[in-house]
């Protein structure tokens, strides 16, 4: 037993030099690849600066590795889904490069262990609370939270891991899949009309109540079966998890090379954890929100006015934000979002339903990337944006689900027809 505590210590011990020499490694090569004018005879210096960025990335790459063995590597294998989290791989998109005459990257976050990148905010949120002392594995704790799907599937699966239950509440007008997709994970699945935020039955209202509940349970009959709401869109584990890992991982993978970084918000976790990371590291870096149909994002980036058309008195069709696109936009002001409305958004890109669904096909038929409809969003305000700098530059963006949990809706013929949104386009016409 000593011994082994012993060696939980020295791992701890390394694993926390581990860190410190992964992220001085990382902020070493930001400052020598971000671009800045030479002084007069600085040749020399030029030439120390490359041979030590090469060093610097020889000591990246060893620390992404040992990096990983705190999530659970050893010996070339990962312990847990823990370690299947993170480190996605950035593909190129090959037609969108090709049209636009920029390099258009995308961090492929579906490959995650829970299929998108919510499986960080999860994963985040759960150690958080375990630090913290609110929930302790294996005696019946829960985790709650209030979800349209990808948030709710990550818990799931990050609970069942680590031993906790997982109660998600959802509106009732998601992709069916998304529901099938929680309960074959095991959990708890109630669902509810969709209503106001203000409305004490809104589905995020409703799984702050019943933690509630089952605290005051705990607390009158002594029971160690507690109840966690995870509150993703106010907890700024949410929004710390992507400045310490989706950042940096983007920072390395293009070595500093980036000129603009476009990204939906649903909490705003992803959006105001990259920019804040990546802003100071990467000079003359252009933030741009992508926002769908329904969200009042847009104009409050643009005009600093929180509002959407599509909510004026009968206009609105569906509910929440009003767009078939789901997991992305908000017409709320949260912790989070006010993260990311600090001045670090430099531009807006208003999408629409119709481009998003013409994407997701152009995407599958010309690249065979199979994504969700927040994907498509990103990849429409990626295209705009190339075009808007001009060709020569690198835009970033992120591929958050794949395409499966949307085959009832978004992918679905029937359901888009239902919305006079059948795809017709057979290139990038779409978006002229």
């Not at 005459?101 to 995650?112: M, N, V, W, Y």
Request: with cysteine; charged share 20%; glycine share 10%.
């Amino acid at each position: 037993m000593a011994a082994s505590a012993g060696a939980g210590a020295r791992a701890a011990v390394g694993a926390a030099a581990v860190g410190a020499v992964a992220t001085a490694a990382v902020l070493a090569v930001a400052e020598l690849v971000a671009p800045r004018r030479l002084a007069p005879g600085a040749a020399v210096a030029a030439a120390a600066a490359a041979a030590s960025a090469a060093v610097a990335w020889t000591v990246v790459s060893w620390a992404s590795e040992a990096v990983a063995g705190q999530r659970g590597r050893r010996d070339g294998a990962v312990r847990g889904v823990a370690g299947l989290i993170g480190n996605t791989p950035l593909v190129r998109i090959a037609s969108l490069s090709a049209a636009t005459g920029c390099e258009i990257l995308a961090k492929a976050e579906f490959t995650s262990v829970g299929g998108s990148t919510k499986d960080r905010v999860a994963l985040a949120i759960i150690q958080d609370a375990e630090e913290r002392g609110l929930i302790t594995p294996n005696t019946g704790c829960t985790v709650f939270e209030g979800t349209v799907g990808s948030t709710g599937i990550s818990l799931a699966v990050i609970a069942r891991a680590k031993g906790y239950l997982c109660h998600i509440v959802m509106p009732d007008d998601q992709a069916k899949e998304k529901y099938e997709i929680l309960e074959a994970l095991g959990a708890t699945v109630e669902r509810v009309r969709p209503v106001s935020i203000v409305d004490k039955d809104h589905y995020v209202n409703v799984a702050r109540r019943r933690a509630e509940d089952m605290n005051r349970i705990a607390d009158d009959t002594g029971s160690l079966a507690r109840g966690f709401f995870c509150d993703q869109f106010e907890n700024l584990a949410n929004y710390r998890t992507h400045l310490s890992t989706t950042g940096p991982e983007i920072l390395a993978q293009t070595r500093g090379r980036i000129d603009a970084f476009v990204m939906g918000a649903g909490t705003g976790g992803t959006l105001a954890g990259v920019a804040h990371f990546l802003k100071p590291r990467v000079p003359g870096l252009c933030v741009v929100l992508a926002d769908p149909e329904g969200s009042g994002l847009f104009n409050k980036v643009m005009f600093n006015v929180l509002y959407a058309s599509e909510q004026a008195e009968g206009k609105r069709k569906r509910h929440q934000v009003d767009t078939i696109v789901e997991g992305v936009g908000i017409n709320r002001l949260t912790a989070i979002i006010n993260l990311a409305l600090d001045g670090s958004i430099d531009d807006a890109v208003r999408v629409t339903d119709a481009e998003a669904v013409e994407m997701s096909r152009f995407l599958m038929r010309e690249d065979g990337l199979f994504v969700g409809s927040s994907s498509a969003v990103n990849c429409v305000a990626a295209v705009r944006t190339a075009r808007k700098l001009g060709p020569g530059h690198t835009i970033v963006t992120l591929l958050c689900d794949h395409g499966s949990r949307h085959l009832t809706k978004f992918w679905s013929t029937e359901y888009v027809a239902r919305w006079g949104l059948t795809p017709s386009a057979t290139g990038l016409e779409f978006l002229e």
